[in-house]
Structure formats: structure tokens, C-alpha cells
């Protein structure tokens, strides 16, 4: 079953939403599913080099104690599906241009999905900025990318246009916000759904290709 993602690598509800789709593909052995991750960046205009993150909230929510407010939801449901994340760890606001872009170039590799989980679990376990060239290398060599040929690609501006019009297609297309799943090209889950959602939409799948 196809399975499209529409995310950002900086977006807890998308680390969530990714933990719900896998445990509703637990509770269906059957399905053998094909994930691909398609980039959205909910901050564009982020400076390349990010900014410090309580500056980011500060400007996005008003002050920090607003987001602690917006971001308890996130605490509840990452402690539902056992994620310990860290989001006090978390010092810098990056850009996720290039994360994205390591993302489009692990797709060709058949490692997207691991990519994807180790740039979730840098970012929101431990505070790892993932708009740093030289952080993404290594979340790549740990993921099983050869380290010195994803050095080459990131350092060159390989895909970044490419990457960009993704995004921008996107939201041609109508995604607002993410994260979106795209099931077998005929459905679509907006936000961090809940597994029982993903059930019923694999089901409908299932009965639309019969």
C-alpha cells in the first residue's frame, strides 16, 4: 500500500503522527506498506542558520509561557505513544531545508524511513540542531549512508530548488499544515491522527481496490 508523508522534520505532531501510522501498520501484518517522505517546511522564511528557539516562540506564540501552553497537547500525546521528548533541550529554531534535502537524497538509497526516525530523534530527544550541515552527515553515516558521498551532495546545492518546489507543490495542492498522509493515492489523514483513523482509512483502501 502507497503511503505518502507530508511532513516537516521539526514538527512534534509529525514524530507523533509517524509513531501512530506505525502502530496501526502493527495492527494490520497484512499490509505491506511503501512510505515516502515529502518535504514541508512550516517555517520557509527561517534564516539558514535558524534562530534561538525562545526567540522563535516568543515571536510565533507571544511569550514562553503561551508556548508551554500551545505545547502541553504535544507533551500529552508524545507520553501516549511512549516518546520521551526533550523540547527544553532544545536550544536553536533550525531552518529544515536541508534536512529535507538529506531526506530526498536517502530516498534513493532506500533509507528514508530510518533517516527520517534518526532526524526525529536528534532533534526532539536531544536538542540536536538538524539545520547543521555537519549534524545531518552524521545522522546520515548512522543511518547507513556512506558519510563522505552525502558530504559532497549536502555541501553542493544539489536538489535545493527541487526540494523547494516540492513544498511549493504541496501546497498547491491544498496541505495547509502536516502532518498529511496520503493513502494509496485516494485518501487523505490530516494531522496526527489517532491509529484507529489509519484502520479505517486502510480498510476503505482495501475494499476500493478489491
Known amino acids: 500500500m502507497k503511503i505518502d508523508i507530508i511532513s516537516d522534520t521539526v514538527c ?5 503522527g509517524k509513531r501512530r501510522l506505525e502502530r ?6 497484512n499490509i505491506t506498506a511503501e512510505i515516502t517522505w515529502h518535504p514541508f517546511q512550516l517555517n520557509p522564511e527561517m534564516p539558514p542558520d535558524g534562530i534561538e528557539r525562545q526567540i522563535y516562540l516568543k515571536a510565533k ?34 531552518n529544515s531545508l536541508q534536512s529535507h534535502r538529506l531526506l530526498h537524497y536517502a530516498r534513493r ?3 528514508q524511513d530510518v533517516v527520517a526516525e534518526n532526524l526525529f ?8 540542531d538538524i539545520g547543521s550541515i555537519a549534524h545531518l552527515i552524521k545522522i546520515a553515516a548512522e543511518s547507513g549512508l556512506d558519510g563522505e558521498d552525502v558530504r559532497s551532495y549536502m555541501e553542493s546545492s544539489e536538489d535545493i530548488e527541487l526540494v523547494r518546489g516540492h513544498d511549493l507543490q504541496s501546497r498547491k495542492l491544498g496541505v495547509s499544515g502536516v502532518p498529511c498522509f496520503i493513502i494509496a493515492e485516494e485518501y487523505a489523514i490530516s494531522g496526527a491522527q489517532e491509529s484507529e483513523v489509519f484502520l479505517q482509512v486502510f480498510d476503505a483502501a ?4 478489491c
Do not use: N, T
Open 121 to 128: 530523534q536528534s532533534y526532539f530527544f536531544y536538542g540536536i
Open 206 to 209: 482495501k475494499e476500493l481496490s
Open 12 to 16: 512534534p505532531w509529525c514524530f507523533i
Open 24 to 29: 496501526a501498520l502493527a495492527m494490520r501484518p
Open 109 to 111: 538509497h532506500d533509507k
Open 61 to 94: 506564540f507571544g511569550s514562553s509561557e503561551r508556548a508551554k501552553d500551545i505545547y502541553r497537547a504535544v507533551d500529552q500525546a508524545s507520553v501516549g505513544e511512549k516518546l520521551d521528548l526533550q523540547l527544553d533541550d532544545i536550544k536553536r529554531m533550525p
